[in-house]
């Protein structure tokens, strides 16, 4: 970390002495206030529940620009990287900061290539669940269940433990997705295909059956490597500070990212887009675009509790630049496959429509998020509405090791442990009788 010229001076109304504070600067972004000595100097506490001012770590990974609605892997933006590069490319380069050469974007897709399958066991944990579990539920067990499966990769300390933990689970998720889907629907898994890309093996396992060949689509193919892009890192959220924080108390890499398959579940995260389409459906079957003014209006009534899934973000202060490339890639995908007239498609853009001239929404800041545009997308290549979030753990998997790991390879990283401001009753006796 960098020491900023100035230094930030605390002082108090009652007359305690003032005390400095160190300022420190990072590449780009805004400086932060160093109050680790704050508490053992003054004998208080910040207060900012839901960090809404506070950063908890210093990171190289992934930078965002919410005014300016700029996403950077590695400093690389994500435009660039969605029209320039495929998923394992951005895995390679969020786990290790740099693009692949040749010969390593050949040693690393072998690498995951030959971890896809999982042990044959699995498949007998899979089956305690009921086939209507939602498959976030699922997926929480099984990641979790994978460290009792492979105990030789169990140590967070150990580097090369993290390193063969880390291809493991970018290998397996897809086939752990698959099988969560497959289990529901009621059909055999898929075997992995390793001649497949990522992408194209992830569908054959979703959609492929042993009675036919699957042809692989390669528009869906782009656009489902494409959701795995723009869903692989996205700094410190909610997901990833749960990463980061179950991971500090040394537990297995498994289990760390099993949290952050939990926290991904809620509306308010990764579930949003689920819970985006169902709201489309949900006006669908209202009557459509001609009912968007009436809902727009329970949006904006406070006391209904409606809230426009796929709109704002705490980041972004401006368009979320994932949805631009997932509305690209909406409109690709709807064509190739004949269904540009999809009514929910007209309906997400004639809600954005309005939002955006809404004062409600501009006063506010309030854009389309990657949610917005994502559900149709899936919907359209045929993955159910439940499955979303698991998508979206897929791919969010990279960013959740590298950030483990970049915590773990820190010397001055320590167990997370926030403080509070207690407001319960003062200590009290039990009066018998
Ligand atoms: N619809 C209607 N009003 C909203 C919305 C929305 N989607 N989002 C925020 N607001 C209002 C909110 O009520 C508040 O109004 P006021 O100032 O009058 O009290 C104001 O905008 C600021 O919102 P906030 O809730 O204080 O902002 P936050 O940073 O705490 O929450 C958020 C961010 C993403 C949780 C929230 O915008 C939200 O719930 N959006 C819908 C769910 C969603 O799409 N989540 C996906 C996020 S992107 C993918 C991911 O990272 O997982």
New binding site residues.
């Given amino acids: 970390m960098k020491l900023a010229d100035n230094k930030a001076t605390l002082s108090f109304s009652n007359g305690s002495p003032s005390i400095e504070l160190p300022v420190y600067q990072g590449t780009i972004g805004p400086d932060v206030i160093d109050i680790r000595k704050l508490y053992a100097q003054t004998d208080k506490f910040t207060y900012d529940p839901?960090f809404?001012s506070t950063a908890s770590c210093q990171s190289a990974i992934t930078y965002i620009d919410g005014d300016k609605g700029e996403l950077l892997y590695r400093g690389y933006p994500i435009e660039q990287l969605a029209t320039n590069c495929n998923y394992l490319d951005t895995c390679y380069l969020l786990l290790n900061g740099e693009l692949p050469n040749a010969q390593q974007k050949a040693d690393f897709e072998n690498l995951v290539t030959k971890h896809t399958m999982v042990n044959e066991q699995m498949q007998f944990f899979l089956r305690g669940f009921r086939r209507d579990a939602h498959p976030m539920a699922v997926l929480t067990g099984l990641v979790g269940g994978l460290s009792a499966f492979y105990h030789d990769s169990t140590d967070i300390n150990n580097p090369e433990h993290r390193q063969i933990s880390a291809i493991r689970l970018i290998a397996k998720m897809p086939t752990l997705v698959a099988m969560a889907y497959k289990y529901g629907v009621g059909q055999p898994y898929q075997y992995p295909q390793n001649n497949l890309s990522y992408a194209g093996n992830f569908l054959r396992m979703m959609f492929g059956n042993p009675c036919e060949e699957y042809q692989v689509n390669p528009v869906i193919e782009r656009a489902m490597d494409r959701i795995f892009i723009l869903h692989a890192d996205?700094e410190q959220?909610?997901?990833t500070s749960t990463v980061r924080l179950c991971g500090s108390s040394g537990t297995n890499p498994f289990a760390a990212i099993a949290a952050g398959v939990a926290c991904?579940w809620g509306?308010?995260?990764?579930?949003?887009?689920e819970?985006?389409l169902n709201m489309l459906e949900d006006i669908q079957r209202m009557g459509g675009v001609a009912k968007v003014g009436e809902f727009m209006e329970k949006?904006?009534d406070?006391s209904s509790g409606?809230?426009?899934?796929?709109?704002?973000?705490?980041?972004y202060k401006n368009y979320?630049p994932r949805a631009k490339l997932m509305q690209e890639t909406c409109n690709e995908v709807l064509a190739a496959l004949g269904l540009e007239k999809d009514p929910l498609f007209a309906l997400a853009k004639q809600l954005e429509k309005i939002a955006l001239e809404d004062d409600?929404?501009v006063s506010?800041k309030?854009y389309p998020?990657?949610?917005?545009y994502s559900g149709i997308v899936q919907r359209a290549i045929g993955i159910p509405v439940n499955l979303f979030t698991g998508i979206?753990a897929l791919a969010r998997t990279v960013g959740w090791i590298a950030q483990l790991n970049e915590m773990i390879s820190d010397p001055e990283y320590k167990i997370g442990r926030p403080r509070q401001l207690y407001t319960g009753s003062p200590r009290r006796d039990i009066v018998k009788g």
């Fill in positions: 839901g809404l996205h959220n909610a997901s991904l509306p308010a995260h990764g579930g949003a887009n819970a985006c949006v904006k406070k409606v809230k426009l899934m796929g709109f704002g973000h705490r980041v979320d409600y929404f506010r309030l998020n990657v949610d917005f979206f």
